[in-house]
């Protein structure tokens, strides 16, 4: 059965922490690798990974695979209240994804 | 530049009753899909499309149907509403094999 696995479930840091957040995965077919951010409404696309230890940066936001450990990481540096929302991670493996349940982000001023 | 619309926002139904949430898209993506999102279990595909005429089943296709007669429409049916069908549903289409999906606003569903 494929699946997605994120950790932590919830987070709560205060402005101006780094925050790592992890995507583990098992699936039969991987195409790629994707973060969202969702706010109050649709997931928003932030990066798209589909080679190993090729960092994604955009901002503060940075993003890299394993696909030895079968695992990715965004990190966000100086995190900001605007930050605040559910981190998704999903697996592409052709014409289906797959997505785990989320990291909730919470950012303290 | 539309995106991905997604008609209604909110809906209420009764239990038994039968309604069409609507999708379109104005970027002549191919490929279209309906997920539903409920606390704790994240996004889960309920059907798909990967071009006029041509649909197939996700995860939880129970108690849905779909079709695609036009590249920019995918309708998502529900027959016969069930309180297990509540739930916050959205639709996203893509442009290509291997690239990211494009979301709608949502549709938040409650069945009574």
């Known amino acids: 059965e494929d699946k997605v696995v994120q950790s932590p479930l919830s987070l709560v840091v205060h402005e101006g922490d780094t925050v790592t957040l992890n995507c583990s995965y098992e699936?039969?077919?991987?195409?790629?690798l994707l973060w969202y951010k969702q706010e109050k409404k649709a997931p928003t696309f932030l990066f798209m990974l589909?080679?190993?230890?090729i960092e994604k940066k955009s901002g503060r936001l940075s993003s890299i695979l394993d696909k030895k450990e079968l695992f990715s990481i965004l990190n966000i540096t100086a995190t900001q209240t605007g930050d605040s929302a559910i981190y998704l991670c999903?697996?592409?493996?052709?014409?289906?994804?797959?997505f785990g349940t989320g990291t909730s982000l919470t950012v303290i001023p | 530049n539309a995106g991905v619309t997604q008609t209604p926002k909110f809906q209420v139904l009764k239990t038994g009753q039968s309604m069409t949430l609507q999708c379109a898209q104005d970027m002549n993506h191919e490929y279209m899909s309906w997920y539903r999102q409920d606390p704790g279990m994240g996004l889960r595909l309920i059907h798909y499309?990967?071009?006029?005429?041509?649909?197939d089943q996700g995860e939880v296709p129970n108690g849905y149907n779909v079709s695609r007669s036009t590249t920019e429409d995918f309708p998502l049916r529900l027959l016969s509403a069930a309180p297990s069908q509540t739930s916050v549903y959205f639709c996203?289409?893509?442009?290509?094999?291997?690239?990211?999906?494009?979301f709608g606003n949502g549709t938040r569903l409650t069945v009574t």
């Open positions: 699936v039969t077919n991987f195409r790629s």
């Open positions: 996203a289409s893509r442009q290509i094999l291997n690239s990211p999906l494009h």
């Open positions: 999903a697996v592409n493996t052709g014409n289906q994804f797959y």
């Open positions: 499309s990967v071009g006029a005429g041509i649909t």
């Open positions: 589909t080679s190993s230890g």
